[in-house]
């Protein structure tokens, strides 16, 4: 009976390990599959950032992550613990000219759509391996239909 004890308390704290882990590959998935999105969402050439990144936060289903602020409605920035950026491929956030269309979108510079989100494990077990937040991030880039 003790050795069942030792035996069940390892076993279930690898199991219970293994499954935290697995939900952080899954938020990973999300992030990456909402950049992805936000990337074929972004490569018509009239989208501004905003839209793009208000497109891309619509895609996004994860916990403590926050709507439109509505003293700053811009869905660019911090939400909760996930943070949407639109860039162009020099790395340049993309700005708007004064007809509210995207500067520097031309088909030789993709949009860059990134998503950082800060997973907490929940067991110690993995917050021992990876620390008390993993950074999972995730970028998407596609080139701009003319």
């Known amino acids: 009976m003790v050795e069942f004890a030792i035996v069940a308390l390892v076993f279930f704290t690898l199991v219970i390990g293994l499954v935290d882990f697995g939900l952080g590959i899954f938020y990973y998935n999300q992030i990456s599959n909402a950049a992805r999105e936000g990337a074929r ?22 916990p403590d992550v926050t709507g439109l602020d509505p003293i700053n409605p811009d869905p ?7 943070t949407v950026a639109v860039t162009d491929g020099t790395r340049r956030v993309m700005a708007l000219d004064a007809n509210g269309l995207p500067f520097e979108q ?8 990134t998503l ?5 494990p929940a067991t110690p077990l993995v ?5 008390p937040v ?13």
């Open 41 to 62: 969402y972004g490569v018509i050439d009239s989208r501004t950032a905003s839209q793009i990144c208000d497109y891309t936060l619509s895609k996004v289903v994860l």
């Open 127 to 131: 917050q021992g391996l990876v620390g």
């Open 106 to 113: 031309t088909p030789s510079n993709p949009v860059v759509v």
């Open 76 to 82: 660019c920035g911090t939400h909760g613990r996930l």
């Open 116 to 120: 950082t989100y800060n997973y907490e």
């Open 134 to 146: 993993l950074t999972l991030k995730a970028e998407s880039s596609m080139y701009i239909e003319d």
